[in-house]
């Protein structure tokens, strides 16, 4: 194996399960920093700001840094600043996005939106559906920031937020721009806040169909864990395969 000089890790899946610490994870990270290798924890997770995401881990004994954190709320942001400063928002999300798009000064509300942006909601309910549908109907762009259909938890697989963000595709008939993993919209600008260059970076995650394809799209090389979504079975269908496997990080710890 290659001696990788920094790392992207995803968390759900890899890190934990809902609020279940996934084992060999602290002892994973603290390697990472015992031999000062960057590393960013890089999540289409849009629900929490990266104090909070930073909180979690560390309450589960990964050690975090909030500025270790980046998400698709972040990315989100930082895509629709850069199109449009001045841009109104309709927000269908959490905490994490709202914090997200108010922290690049951009404007939130309910009616004459330049852009739609569809996170992870566990509040969702038809009234804001139906405006999210009415902004996209009157020409507003129409963003997701990401496509995950399933979340694992530790009660086993939920509805993700592409399961949300495909009520108002099927209603416009519009389909999304898609800002997380696997698109690189995110991983252009992870990479970009790691430092690092991508021959030397690896992508760790559970799931083929973001952590691992969005490796691959960026020219990483890739690391599936088998503790979360994609199983073993799963991973033989796919013609492109990751660079490496291993059952837990435990394997590849011994190796680090």
Same mark, same amino acid.
């Given at each position: 194996?290659?001696?990788?000089q920094a790392y992207l890790v995803d968390l759900d899946g890899t890190m934990y399960k809902g609020m279940q610490c996934i084992e060999d994870a602290p002892a994973?990270?603290?390697?990472?920093?015992?031999?000062?290798?960057?590393?960013?924890?890089?999540?289409?997770?849009?629900?929490? !700001?990266?104090?909070?995401?930073? *909180?979690?881990?560390?309450?589960?004994?990964?050690?975090? %840094?909030?500025?270790?954190?980046?998400?698709?709320?972040?990315?989100?942001?930082?895509?629709?600043?850069?199109?449009?400063?001045?841009?109104?928002?309709?927000?269908?999300? %959490?905490?994490?996005?709202?914090?997200?798009?108010?922290?690049?000064?951009? !404007?939130?509300? *309910?009616?004459?939106?330049?852009?739609?942006?569809?996170?992870?909601?566990?509040d969702i309910n038809y009234e804001k559906l139906a405006k999210a549908c009415l902004n996209v109907r009157n020409g507003a762009q129409f963003i997701s920031t990401?496509? *995950?259909?399933?979340?694992?938890?530790?009660?086993?697989?939920?509805?993700?937020?592409?399961?949300?963000?495909?009520?108002?595709?099927?209603?416009?008939?519009?389909?999304?721009?898609?800002?997380?993993?696997?698109e690189s919209g995110i991983m252009d600008q992870a990479i970009k806040a790691l430092g690092a260059l991508r021959e030397e970076t690896l992508m760790v995650g559970?799931?083929?169909?973001? *952590?691992?394809?969005?490796?691959?799209?960026?020219?990483?090389?890739?690391?599936?864990?088998?503790?979360?979504?994609?199983?073993?079975?799963?991973?033989?269908?796919?013609?492109?395969?990751?660079?490496? !496997?291993?059952? !837990?990080?435990? %394997?590849?710890?011994?190796?680090?």
């Amino acid at each position: 194996m290659k001696n990788y000089q920094a790392y992207l890790v995803d968390l759900d899946g890899t890190m934990y399960k809902g609020m279940q610490c996934i084992e060999d994870a602290p002892a994973f990270i603290q390697k990472l920093k015992d031999k000062r290798l960057p590393h960013l924890f890089l999540t289409n997770n849009s629900s929490l !700001t990266q104090s909070q995401i930073a *909180d979690k881990l560390n309450g589960m004994g990964i050690s975090a %840094e909030e500025n270790e954190v980046f998400t698709s709320s972040m990315a989100t942001a930082a895509y629709i600043k850069q199109q449009n400063p001045d841009a109104v928002v309709y927000a269908v999300g %959490e905490e994490g996005l709202l914090t997200a798009l108010r922290q690049e000064g951009l !404007t939130i509300a *309910d009616e004459h939106a330049d852009y739609v942006v569809i996170g992870i909601d566990r509040d969702i309910n038809y009234e804001k559906l139906a405006k999210a549908c009415l902004n996209v109907r009157n020409g507003a762009q129409f963003i997701s920031t990401n496509g *995950d259909i399933a979340i694992p938890t530790e009660r086993g697989l939920l509805p993700g937020n592409g399961a949300i963000t495909s009520v108002v595709s099927t209603s416009t008939g519009k389909q999304p721009l898609v800002i997380g993993k696997p698109e690189s919209g995110i991983m252009d600008q992870a990479i970009k806040a790691l430092g690092a260059l991508r021959e030397e970076t690896l992508m760790v995650g559970d799931n083929y169909d973001t *952590d691992i394809l969005a490796g691959m799209k960026a020219g990483l090389d890739t690391l599936m864990v088998f503790t979360g979504l994609t199983t073993v079975e799963q991973l033989k269908t796919y013609a492109e395969q990751p660079t490496y !496997t291993v059952q !837990t990080l435990k %394997e590849w710890l011994d190796n680090l």
